[in-house]
């Protein structure tokens, strides 16, 4: 580890050079707050010499991945895994541009390929209508200075696009640092880091004379055939937002292009008398670090790809972000992970299907699920649409009818079986379940009229077990608990 601490220091040293105030790092970044002091410090200097230091970032992170530890005296590097038990501070949010309904969704997926840390990643479609996003945000970063950034950076798949699109960067900022986010009001932004315009061909820019460094080229012509681009289908691309070219919603670029630097930004903002532009969350669960698929048809519709190991630094404190795919549901913002061992009811699961305009599809990844001990009148569960239709009392025939007993036998069945197969503990309720799947393969819907007074007695009692264990007065409890 020694010859990393060497290297770190060496590389400071180098950026201590072009330091006009010191001979430590804490004086290094406050000098990076060009804008309170733009005569003292030479910009482009600091970038170059911050370029430096993010290959050694990148160096260290690997080395902490593979379980070394190893600091050097200013650069610090931690990675995170992020999965549906453990999120770390990030929310998937789905929704439509035009407030319509979202074709898309977002969750985490095994693969493709092999993703650049781990074995999954984010996994995004945005469906039909490429209005629709998905998103994964992050709201651990509220209130940073925008300038005390040192690394921003990604790795991108994309399995279907038209054109040149990939998953993006979205940041919410503060621009006069007042602590509500107002984008509406004119002053407030979003910035945009987009890999298809990072081909160096976007001229000008916004302050003019900036040069949007080429990444993953050259440029060649997309798949399609319609695009000058450097995104490639089928291939892990990484991106480094901190050196590339961003838009920005409300200080100049036109839903696009022009383009600029960060360091441009910032100018920009300075010369407006906005110095100290922060992060700043929408709420608590709309984070303002965004990677976002979608808001743009025609561009973005079918639009399938992924994202993996996201960094971002602070003042040179790095964390990477490794996504990972889990077999479990992922949470609601504020809601505990169902991989904690609790239950949830027929409704959250019928909310969690893919279906309704701002939840993820909890549901097809814990697919398939028998109703039923196989063969006769077994219902194998194969599609989120077949698993909403039976959690709303519809039955074997597809008919809604909520007195029909093997109706809310099958719906709290399933929803008990989703939590089970999402983590919870079912020992509660195994001797229910098999007597259900026992009575399930042999009867269906169409036999609830012709049961038994002692048979219907049965199905209900074995309902309502199922109902006290999802709703969380038997069993493990219910998450929200
Ligand atoms: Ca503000
Ligand atoms: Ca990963």
Redesign the pocket.
């Known amino acids: 580890m020694t010859h990393h601490q060497v290297s770190v220091k060496s590389r400071w040293q180098e950026c201590l050079t072009f330091s006009a105030t010191g001979d430590d790092v804490s004086k290094v970044i406050s000098a990076r707050k060009w804008a309170d002091s733009p005569a003292a410090f030479n910009l482009r200097k600091w970038e170059n010499c911050i370029m430096k230091l993010k290959n050694l970032t990148r160096t260290l992170i690997v080395v902490l991945l593979a379980g070394l530890v190893s600091f050097g005296p200013a650069v610090m590097a931690v990675g995170i895994t992020v999965k549906p038990s453990m999120m770390d501070g990030w929310n998937f949010q789905l929704g439509h541009l035009l407030s319509g309904t979202s074709t898309a969704t977002g969750g985490f997926s095994l693969g493709p390929g092999s993703p650049p840390l781990g074995a999954g990643s984010v996994h995004f479609t945005t469906g039909l209508d490429g209005n629709s996003y998905a998103q994964i945000r992050n709201s651990d970063y509220n209130g940073q200075l925008l300038s005390s950034l040192t690394a921003l950076s990604y790795d991108t798949y994309v399995a279907a696009h038209h054109g040149s699109v990939a998953p993006y960067i979205v940041l919410n900022v503060?621009?006069?640092?007042?602590?509500?986010?107002?984008p509406n009001g004119g002053?407030?932004d979003l910035i945009f880091f987009e890999p298809s315009y990072q081909t160096g061909q976007y001229v000008p820019t916004i302050p003019a004379g900036q040069t949007i460094p080429v990444q993953n080229g050259p440029v060649h012509l997309s798949e399609d055939a319609t695009t000058p681009t450097v995104v490639t289908q089928g291939v892990w691309q990484h991106w480094d937002a901190l050196i590339g070219g961003w838009w920005s919603g409300n200080y100049g670029g036109q839903g696009g292009p022009p383009l600029t630097l960060l360091s441009g930004y910032l100018s920009t903002l300075a010369g407006l008398g906005y110095s100290t532009p922060r992060i700043?969350n929408a709420d608590d669960c709309l984070g303002g670090v965004r990677i976002i698929s979608g808001a743009g048809a025609p561009v973005w519709n079918d639009f399938d790809g992924n994202v993996d190991n996201f960094t971002i630094g602070i003042n040179l404190s790095d964390t990477t972000y490794d996504f990972e795919f889990e077999n479990l549901p992922i949470a609601e913002c504020g809601v505990p992970p169902q991989g904690s061992g609790c239950t949830v009811t027929i409704g959250f699961w019928k909310n969690h299907a893919g279906f309704t305009g701002h939840n993820p599809d909890l549901i097809t990844s814990l697919l398939p699920i028998s109703l039923g001990s196989g063969g006769g009148k077994t219902i194998v569960v194969t599609t989120a649409a077949q698993a909403v239709a039976l959690l709303g009392f519809k039955g074997s025939n597809g008919v809604f009818d909520a007195s029909n007993g093997i109706n809310k036998l099958y719906a709290q069945l399933l929803a008990a079986k989703l939590s089970i197969a999402g983590g919870a503990d079912g020992s509660a309720v195994t001797a229910t379940i098999a007597a259900a799947d026992a009575f399930l393969a042999t009867k269906n819907s169409g036999d609830w009229k012709s049961l038994s007074k002692s048979q219907k007695q049965a199905v209900l009692g074995w309902m309502s077990t199922l109902e006290s264990y999802n709703s969380g007065l038997i069993g493990p409890g219910h998450c929200d608990q």
């Open positions: 503060d621009v006069n640092g007042d602590g509500v986010f107002d002053i407030d700043i």
